[in-house]
């Protein structure tokens, strides 16, 4: 089942915005969790990635992108089958349309868009300069 996102909008730069994934089923489908995004005419890009089923698998549950460390956090809520991407410091450069994804893998850290199944429609975020 495809997960859903929510939340994008329109940002000045420096602003923050905070993008929802609802996962529709919590099960080992959605071990991980991750965010990736994508501007037209190139590839999709990773953004983040957080385990999201289980505990913590030595310690190293999430991970991020080197563009967006220090500035976006990935959060979950098990209870309401939700992942979260919090973004601050927002540049021109993070326009795009970040799509949301749900993976069985949940060791190694799955950061590679082939390692995911099941994909969101995605949300566009813009930033404004």
């Known amino acids: 089942v495809q997960p859903v996102e929510s939340g994008g909008g329109l940002v000045q730069a420096g602003g923050s915005l905070r993008l929802s994934c609802t996962v529709a089923?919590?099960?080992?489908?959605?071990?991980?969790v991750g965010w990736f995004r994508q501007v037209p005419g190139r590839d999709r890009e990773f953004v983040a990635v957080i385990n999201f089923q289980g505990a913590t698998y030595r310690g190293n549950s999430q991970t991020y992108a080197d563009s967006v460390k220090g500035r976006f956090t990935i959060s979950k809520d098990n209870a309401r089958n939700a992942v979260y991407l919090q973004m601050n410091s927002l540049k021109p450069e993070d326009t795009a349309i970040y799509f949301c994804?749900?993976?069985?893998?949940?060791?190694?850290?799955?950061?590679?868009?082939?390692?995911?199944?099941?994909w969101g429609p995605g949300t566009q975020v813009t930033v404004s300069s």
């Open positions: 089923d919590n099960t080992f489908s959605a071990s991980s």
């Open positions: 994804a749900t993976t069985p893998q949940y060791f190694p850290l799955p950061t590679l868009e082939r390692e995911f199944a099941a």
